[in-house]
């Protein structure tokens, strides 16, 4: 098979400096920083310098793919990418939260656009790419909000039918809906679904939710689990132990530490959990991840109160392998994992 770099990224910070650089103090002090993707300065300021490229949706798509950018909300800037493969027949719909430890990232960014193109087109699905708001200048649960306020989008497009939507509505399967994320993403996908059954199963009408895919899902706690101690990061990782703890700080309400249940959804216990009527769930888990224990405990917990729990791990691979693409081995467990998506939808 040949090997193909899709948008491969580097996250080391001694290479872009050049693009990134800002003169300096430019706004003062910085309290918070992930090196190369995020500064917070003392005076408010924000900087997210634009490491990875924004692209337009009719960038590089397969062949059949069609892709658009539409408004869901005008007034908190809400909107999503949507991805159309040109396969025959009603497909499922993915509505789709990209990663970024809520801070950064875009339903634009090159590697989103790039892996979701190809998922649509390889597991015939329509997917809907939310271009969620970020923290800290919106903190949990502005995304979480944001993902409920699409899927009612979605249910309202479904119902009305309006002829600017149907590129995409004709195609889309109601009674097959999945959503899905990677990493913080994936907590947005989790918390989005537990908030989706906890209401009336008519509220989503025409829709049918069917399942919930958490590509390694950005949890956390207060106790370190052993792989977030002692799991041996190479350092251009996707996500540190120091990473994820300034993403918690910036993203949890203030005054909120990391036992927050929006965070660590075993903090309280599983009996909480034990009542909530969860879709099949796909968990999918990296080798070489800090979240890999934690990403554990929360499909075991789930598969020991009965909820159906199909959990997957990557060898080898890292946090957020399927969008870093940078190696042969990512590329061939991020074929893996498309074709366990594709299987997850269509059973």
Same mark, same amino acid.
């Given at each position: 098979?040949?090997?193909?770099?899709? %948008?491969?990224?580097? $996250? &080391?910070?001694?290479?872009?400096?050049?693009?990134?650089?800002? =003169?300096?103090?430019?706004?003062?002090?910085?309290?918070?920083?992930?090196?190369?993707?995020?500064?917070?300065?003392?005076?408010? /300021?924000?900087?997210?310098?634009?490491?990875?490229?924004?692209?337009?949706?009719?960038?590089?798509?397969?062949?059949?793919?069609?892709?658009?950018?539409?408004?869901?909300? *005008?007034?908190?800037?809400?909107?999503?990418?949507?991805?159309?493969?040109?396969?025959?027949?009603?497909? =499922?719909? !993915?509505?789709?939260?990209?990663?970024?430890?809520?801070?950064?990232?875009?339903?634009?960014?090159?590697?989103?656009?790039? #892996?979701?193109?190809?998922?649509?087109?390889?597991?015939?699905?329509?997917?809907?790419?939310? /271009?969620? +708001?970020?923290?800290?200048?919106? +903190? !949990?649960?502005?995304?979480?909000? &944001?993902?409920?306020?699409?899927?009612?989008?979605?249910?309202?497009?479904?119902?009305?039918?309006?002829?600017?939507?149907?590129?995409?509505?004709?195609?889309?399967?109601?009674?097959?809906? #999945?959503?899905?994320?990677?990493?913080?993403?994936?907590?947005?996908?989790?918390?989005?679904?537990?908030? !989706?059954?906890?209401?009336?199963? %008519?509220?989503?009408?025409?829709? %049918?939710?069917?399942?919930?895919?958490?590509?390694? =899902?950005?949890?956390?706690?207060?106790? +370190?689990?052993?792989?977030? *101690?002692?799991?041996?990061?190479?350092?251009? %990782?996707?996500?540190?132990?120091?990473?994820?703890?300034?993403?918690?700080?910036?993203?949890?309400?203030?005054?909120?530490? *990391?036992?927050?249940?929006?965070?660590?959804?075993?903090? /309280?216990?599983?009996? *909480? $959990?034990?009542?909530? +009527? !969860?879709?099949?769930?796909?968990?999918?888990?990296?080798?070489?991840?800090?979240?890999?224990?934690?990403?554990?405990?929360?499909?075991?917990?789930?598969?020991?109160?009965?909820?159906?729990?199909?959990?997957?791990?990557?060898?080898?691979?890292?946090?957020?392998?399927?969008?870093?693409?940078?190696?042969?081995?990512?590329?061939?467990?991020?074929?893996?994992?498309?074709?366990?998506?594709?299987?997850?939808?269509?059973?």
């Amino acid at each position: 098979m040949k090997f193909r770099r899709m %948008s491969t990224i580097s $996250l &080391d910070p001694r290479l872009n400096l050049q693009a990134i650089k800002n =003169p300096p103090n430019q706004h003062g002090v910085v309290l918070e920083e992930i090196e190369g993707l995020l500064r917070v300065h003392k005076d408010g /300021n924000i900087e997210r310098p634009p490491i990875i490229p924004s692209v337009p949706s009719t960038l590089a798509l397969p062949h059949g793919v069609t892709a658009k950018d539409v408004v869901i909300d *005008k007034f908190t800037n809400l909107w999503a990418r949507i991805y159309v493969p040109s396969h025959p027949g009603n497909l =499922p719909v !993915l509505v789709y939260f990209h990663g970024g430890g809520f801070c950064v990232g875009s339903a634009a960014w090159s590697c989103y656009h790039d #892996f979701l193109a190809n998922l649509a087109c390889k597991a015939s699905c329509v997917i809907i790419s939310v /271009n969620y +708001r970020l923290a800290p200048e919106n +903190r !949990l649960p502005a995304a979480y909000d &944001d993902g409920f306020k699409t899927l009612m989008w979605v249910k309202q497009q479904a119902m009305s039918e309006p002829s600017e939507q149907r590129w995409w509505l004709s195609r889309c399967s109601l009674s097959s809906l #999945f959503i899905v994320g990677d990493s913080a993403g994936a907590n947005i996908a989790y918390n989005v679904t537990t908030q !989706l059954v906890s209401r009336d199963p %008519s509220s989503l009408r025409p829709l %049918s939710l069917k399942g919930t895919i958490l590509i390694q =899902p950005f949890f956390g706690g207060e106790a +370190r689990t052993w792989s977030e *101690k002692y799991a041996t990061q190479p350092p251009t %990782s996707a996500l540190t132990l120091s990473n994820s703890d300034v993403y918690w700080r910036l993203a949890l309400p203030l005054g909120a530490n *990391k036992d927050h249940p929006w965070c660590n959804p075993l903090a /309280n216990g599983v009996t *909480k $959990l034990r009542d909530l +009527r !969860l879709p099949a769930i796909m968990v999918c888990i990296s080798e070489l991840d800090i979240l890999k224990d934690r990403n554990l405990e929360v499909g075991n917990a789930l598969s020991s109160l009965g909820k159906r729990v199909e959990t997957t791990m990557y060898k080898g691979v890292g946090h957020a392998f399927q969008v870093m693409q940078n190696s042969q081995l990512s590329y061939s467990r991020t074929q893996d994992l498309i074709s366990h998506i594709k299987a997850f939808i269509n059973q």
